[in-house]
């Protein structure tokens, strides 16, 4: 299996950023976990982040291209606000977890909206960066059963 994991604007500065809500774990440590958690499961996995709406609509394409089987996207800012996220997950139709760290849900008004979450199995908020960890599992495991 081969997945690809993505991350929007910002997610880049996880544990220097508001770390009152996103935590103190850092980026990196991010990566560490998802690539851990991918080679144990025997999953090739690619990770991703960019700021920019269009560059994380090209890597969903691209996805496609590349044969990927699922996808783990924490879109940051872009999930309450991209469209264009949402129809490349929907084209593309590759199996999506959404993924955030901090608990969305319990945010302001304008993150209730969340386009990308129209797009995915499912979402998994406010587990800190053990959301991806989780996150990997659910596809693993939903892909096995399919
Ligand atoms: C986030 C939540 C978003 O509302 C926010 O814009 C982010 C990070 C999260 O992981 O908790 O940048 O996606």
């Known amino acids: 299996m ?26 990196k440590d991010m990566i560490i976990l998802c690539e851990k958690t991918c080679r144990d499961l025997d999953v090739f996995c690619i ?24 996808i783990v996207i924490n879109s940051a800012a872009y999930a309450h606000t991209s469209i264009a996220i949402m129809d490349a997950l ?14 969305v849900g319990e945010r302001e008004a304008f ?5 990308t979450a129209m797009a995915s199995l499912c979402t998994i908020s406010g587990h800190g960066i053990n959301g991806y ?14």
Do not use: C, W
């Not at 081969?2 to 980026?27: A, C, V």
């Not at 990770?47 to 699922?70: C, K, L, P, R, Y």
């Open 2 to 27: 081969k997945f690809l994991i993505i991350n929007g604007p910002n997610m880049n500065l996880l544990g220097k950023r508001e770390t009152n809500i996103y935590g103190n774990e850092t980026y």
């Open 47 to 70: 990770t991703t982040q960019s700021n920019h709406e269009g560059a994380i609509v090209d890597s969903i394409q691209q996805a496609a291209e590349d044969g990927f089987d699922g």
């Open 90 to 103: 929907k084209a593309v139709a590759i199996p999506t977890v959404n993924v955030h760290v901090s608990k």
């Open 111 to 115: 993150r209730q909206i969340d386009y």
């Open 133 to 146: 960890k989780e996150a990997i599992e659910y596809l693993y495991n939903y892909l096995n059963n399919k």
